[in-house]
Structure formats: C-alpha cells, structure tokens
C-alpha cells in the first residue's frame, strides 16, 4: 500500500493539483444513461455492455459532448463492479478496458480528459448491510487498475450517498493509482445523504484524506443542490464540482422539468462562491453543456469563504471544537473492573451501553481504550468502534499505544476521528503521524519525552512546540494538533498543579492549538475526589482548556462546564444553561446510579444482543405477543417517528430494527420448542425491484425494516419479469406486494406489473416506492399507497396485515 507521505505519491500531488488550479470554469459532460435512453440502443443488464456490443453508440455520445465543450467526459463506466456484474457474461476489466478506451478515441486529438466513472457497489455496507469495508474496498480496487491500466486520466466516484463506502472508494484509488480523484456525493432535500451523512461531515472526511475535488451530484436539479453546495464551499478548501440533473423528474412526460436555458442561468450562481468544475446529471444532454458552455464564457470563479476549523466528526455529526467539548472517558479498562470483564468475555453489549450512557449525560467525543494484555487489541478495537458508531453518531477518539491497532481503527472508522496519542519522543512521531496524516485524522500530543514528563511548564511547552512542528512537518494541519499538557497527581505533586495550568495557557496562546486533559488523575489519593476534579476542571477550563477528559455522568462536572460557559460568555443569552438546569435534578454519581435497561431502550438504542437477553429473560415471566405488541413494536414505532422528524437517520433506524430482530428471534426459538407453536409472522409480503431497473437498495431497506417488524418477505430481487412479480404473488398467497424504481424509464414497468396484478385476479395490495415516485403519480399508474422510505412501508403494511 501506498502511504502518502511517499516521495512519489507527494510529487504527483503537486502535479495534479496544478490541473484543477484555473481562474475558469472546468466544464464536465452531462448525463450517459439519458443519452443512451434516446439513442435507443438495447441496454441489456448492464449499461457498460454497450462499451462492447455497441461502442459506436457510446463513442458518437462521448463526442457530442467533447463538441458541445466538455473538459472532462466520464467514461462508461458507472456500474461496472464485480457485485452489479455477477450475472453478466462480461468482466470488470473487459468492460472498463473497453469504456475508457471508447472515451479516449473519442477524444483523441482534443485535450479533453477521460474520467473513469465509478457508482456505488449496490449492497449497503456493515454494519447496515451485508457488505464488509474491506470487500467493497476491493471492488473499488479492481475497478481503478482496471481504469488506470486503460489510460483514463483521472478516478470519479459519484452518486454515492454512504460516507464509509466513498472512503472505501478514494482509499482504493490512492493506495493502488497514481490517478487524481474527484468524488461526488448525492444529497436529498433534506441537505442530507439518503443513509444520513450531512454536508460538514462529507466535506472534514474526503478533504482530510485527501480528495482532489469534491462536490454535489445527480438526485436534484440546480436549484435544489445550490444550498447544499453554498454550505460545502464553506467546509473544504477543495475545488468544487456540480453536476445537478436538469431539474426535477416529471413522470407524466417521461423528462425532467428545466430547459437546457434555464439550467445554465442557475448554474451560473455557483461561480460566486467558487464552484470551478460543473457538469449535468440525469436529464441533461449535450445542449445543457452547449448552454454552459455559452452561459459561462469569459466568467470569473468567486472567492471562497472558506475557513479552517478544528473538526471531529462522525458520518453524521460534525463536532467543532470552538469551545470547551466534553470527551467521555468510560470506554476503557483502567481501574474499571467490569469493563475488564466485559473485555475478558467478549461483552461488546456493555461496552456500548457505556457509550450510549456518556452521550446522553452529554459527552461529545467518546474515548475508546480497549488495552488489555489478554486480548486481542486489534481485534477488539475494530468491533468496539464498529459497534459504537452502528449505534451512535457521536465521534470518537482512538486511543492505544500501538501503531497497528490505530491503523487498524482509523481504516474502518466512518469519519474523521482523533488519535490519543503521540509524545515527544520522534521515535513516536515518526511511527504514529504517517498513520494519522493518511486516514485524515486529528492528533492528541502528550508533553512528555524520553526523559519523562517535565516538572516546568516550560518545559512542556517546549515539547509542545516540537510536537506541532512535527505534525506541520507530515502535513498535518495545527487545527488538528491536540496538546495534552498531564494532569499530574495533587496528592503526590501539588506544586505542579499550576505547572500545568500554565502550559495549558501557554500552549493555547503561543501555539494556537487545542488542549486536552484528563481532569480526574488530578485527584487520586485524595477523598471526595469529586470536589477535587470539579474545581480543577473550572481552573483548566479559565487557563485555555478546550476537550476535558472526564465522566460525563457525574453531573457535578457537567454542571461545571455548563456554569464555565456562561461565566465565559460562551453560551449566549445562557440558553443552554436554562434548559439543562430549569429543572435539573439532583446530581448522582456512576456507584449510586443502577442500570435499568429495558427491551424497548435497547430496541431504540440498537442494542442487539442486549435486546435478545431482555427478550430471552421476559419470556420467562411474559406472553410472547404481549412482548411484541406492548415492547417491540411500539419500540419500533418510536425509532420510525425520530427518523420521520429527522432526529435520527438510516442506520439508526437500521440498527434498531436489527435489534428488534433479535428479539423476535429469541420469541421464534421459544415458540418451537412448544406443541402446535403459533407463528409470529404478521403476513406474507412480496418485494421486487421492477423490470429494467438494477436499483436495489432502498428496496432492500425496506426488506430489513419489514422483516424485523415481524412480517415474512419474498424479496424477488431486482430487474424482476412482470410475470414473475404475478406468479409469486398467486403462489405465496401474499396479500401486500411491495414494487420498487429509481429511474423515470422503468415507471412504466411499474404500472405494467401494478395492471397484471389487478388482471389476474390476485387478492392483494400494491405499494410503490422509489426516488423518482411521488404520490399522485403512483395513485395515477393504479396503486393502492406510495411510501416515501422505508418507515412509511412499515405503516403501509401495519395497516394492510395489522
């Protein structure tokens, strides 16, 4: 694998930067599926076929683009991965080979580049799908030697909607190609992905490991994306890309509902503030780009007002740290026998209990300390993060003493997390910032050396400063440098409590980095600890404090930062201190406080094998449907209401419903062990992906929710005959039938399956799903109900089946 911090990789970076470094407009090209639509080519399973049995037709389209003024034209190569080719007789290589050699012929004698286009694999990745990271990184993998071998110019991952797949992708090209890398996000109008990523969080994790160019495509059209891509200019310094589809889909004519006119003119607003590559999406051809082409001649890029942050995140959630910014301590061994335990027998269960725990009391960084000499760190390391963030979207900070092990975390991490920790020693530095410069990480630096940690602020400092400067010298911003001055024992060293103090300062004003520290090693060996680390965490908090790393549920030390802000002036007007404290109750500490978990807590949570214990232990006392009707479904119901309004989003709502699932198993098991055991299934549903559409995933969405509320689905899979949908159904006796397209052209497959159904008589309901979808229109082509996602299925068939 390729570090960045090789000579080679840092040579090409500067070159390839230079590409993109242009005081105009980069013009891409617009849509290939549309284009190929019209040119009435036969399709076949995949697109890309036609790369080979009818690369004349993708040639005369690459071309019209190149003569309508493209810059860059994206190679045929959108869905040429190993998954969504399993049944196509031809391979990876063959097909990218060929879509990137019709691109260049097209272009040859132009300057135009040819961009390999890479799509989303199909499947979700874990902990939401079946997907591991490391065989989606392989696809990826296969598909850019595939390009690069074939002379594409540069790598665009596009229309990608999970932030831990796009790392999967950009880690795939940067390890394995010398190739620049563009990446493109597709964002709803909710300003966020379709599995929940925000615009902050897209934006700190693709610049950090080192994207080319990052940018908004396909799903909206300009004016929907122009917010999105407002808020993106003011996360990265990045160049910019837009490639929006020609507005909106109107299923009753079968386009999109702007001109090639009208597009443009939109699209020259994002000049102002620094969009410098554009192109169309679906619905745009040729005469879009001719249009930008025109439009755009002779404009200027504006400025950008971009400005650098430190910033932690998560897939969902971005933390900046511009004040104080709790960092929970819980999740690690030290003194903590039954994390120890939990360790030892593989509980992943508590640990993650105590992450849940922390971020309710109010901790916004979790750190994560699985260290025992007994296990297996690594090991432990990646299911605990994995776990955490399946169940939270708070960030999390990696801490361990070993290179592997932080190596190993930051890879499958899902954002951009902190590492605890580097020291002065440059045997560390050296061993620690190419990991964390490679996964884009942020870095916590601990003032201490080969001579051990100074008395003398100082002295600390001075190992501060040699920190940064090695970390600057890696490429590592200051705005991710963390220094961590020691809270040093007052029991044992009282003088050098101020000591520390004053290097917290020191560093904060001269260096101009964010501090840590470990509030609660300042009271070992004294009594009532709690008043001790109260009163230094408000004394490091006024000397420049930015991350303590305390127990947020011992309420003192909350109230402590809360009461800081406002004295500081940091919480205006007091705001959040009136609605924490308005009717604060009394403090408790972790010994007094006793775990009362309930099965619905772990549902909401996604705690899934909590959830099956709970379950296994009811059945002993409980009624196996009261269990369902009174815990898990009305657990269920609740997770369904905070993704309708936003406060959660995809894989939570997953994770709960795949905890729920463990639930009805352990019913299932215990109901066969009994004579004439009754079913728990709530009826029988068919799912399918209409003919001509190889879009699956939101349909499979809807199959893990539908599945783990108990009901039995034939999920037929994708690109499924009319007849097939009508035979099954009859066959199963299902009485709900569930039909899913993204794209306009296959709606009317929808509507032919929808009539078939009603003409053979079946006994049944018909919903219909899908990006492209809206009500009317499904009431329109002959079904029963529309659903917009994955909850309003589940209403859907609560309502049919009860």
Known sequence: MRLLQQPGTLRFQKE???????????????????????????????????????????????????????????????????YKLSHCEYSVEELIGAGVRNAKEAAQGSPVKVALSVGPIGELLEPNGNLSFE??????????????????????????????????????????????????????????????????????????????????????????????????????????????????????????????EEFAETMEEYLSFGVSIIGGCCGTTPDYIRCLKERLKGKMIGNREYLPRSVLCSGSQAVVVDGVRVIGERINPTGKKLFKEALLNHNTGYILTQGLEQVKAGAQILDVNVGLPEIDENAMMIEVVKGLQSVLDTPLQIDSSHASVIENALRIYNGKAIVNSVNGEQQVLDRILPVVKKYGAAVVGLTLDENGIPNEAQKRFAIAQRIVEAAKGY?????????????LTASVQQKEVQETLK????????????????????????????????????????????????????????????????????????????????????????????????????????????????????????????????????????????????????????????????????????????????SVSKGKIVLATVKGDVHDIGKNIVKVILENYGYDVVDLGKDVPIETVVQETIRTGAKLVGLSALMTTTVVSMQQTIEALHQSGADCKIWVGGAVLTEDYAMKIGADFYAKDAKQSADIAKKVLG
């Open 475 to 487: 490429g590592i911003p200051k705005e991710d440098v963390y220094i961590d001055c020691l809270t």
């Open 16 to 82: 390839r930067n230079t590409m993109l470094k242009t005081d105009h407009v980069i013009l891409l090209d617009g849509a290939m599926g549309t284009m190929l639509q019209q040119s009435g080519a036969e399709i076949g399973k995949v697109p890309e076929a036609l790369n080979l049995t009818d690369p004349e037709v993708v040639k005369k389209i690459h071309r019209q683009y190149i003569e309508s003024g493209s810059d860059i034209i994206y190679a045929n190569t959108f869905s040429a991965n190993r």
């Open 503 to 678: 290097a917290v300062q020191m560093v904060k004003e001269k260096l101009g980095v964010k501090t840590v520290l470990g509030v609660s090693n300042i009271s070992f060996g004294l009594p009532n600890r709690e008043l001790i680390n109260h009163s230094f965490l408000l004394l490091a908090m006024a000397h420049g404090l930015d991350c303590p790393i305390i127990n947020p549920n011992i309420r003192s030390m909350m109230d402590a930062v809360d009461a800081y802000n406002v004295l500081y002036n940091h919480d205006a007007g007091a705001k959040q201190y009136i609605e924490r404290h308005n009717t604060a109750a009394p403090a408790v500490t972790p010994a007094a406080k006793k775990s009362d978990m309930t099965l619905p807590d772990a549902v909401i949570g996604g705690l899934k094998e909590m959830a099956g214990r709970l379950t296994q232990e009811l059945l002993q006392t409980t009624d196996p449907l009261e269990i369902i009707n009174q815990m898990l479904i009305p657990a269920l119901d609740r997770v369904g209401d905070d993704f309708e309004s936003g406060k959660i989003f995809l894989p939570q709502l997953i994770q709960s419903a795949t905890a729920a699932q463990a639930g009805f198993e352990q019913i299932k098991l215990s109901l066969s062990k009994k004579p004439a055991a009754e």
């Open 135 to 260: 065989s989606a990184y392989d696809m990826f993998r296969e598909m850019v030697v595939c390009g690069e071998k074939a002379g594409a110019d540069l790598v665009v991952f596009e229309t990608i909607t999970d932030l831990l797949e796009m790392k999967a992708a950009l880690l795939a090209a940067k390890e394995n190609t010398d190739l620049p890398v563009f990446c493109t996000m597709t964002f709803e109008q909710n300003h966020r992905t379709f599995t929940g990523v925000s615009i902050e969080a897209m934006a700190t994790t693709l610049t950090s490991l080192g994207a080319d160019a990052i940018g908004v495509n396909c799903s909206l059209g300009p004016k929907e994306i122009l917010p999105i891509a407002k808020k993106l200019s003011e996360w990265t310094p990045l160049p910019l890309i837009v490639k929006a589809n020609a507005g909106l889909p109107n299923l009753n004519s079968n386009t999109y509902d702007i001109s090639a």
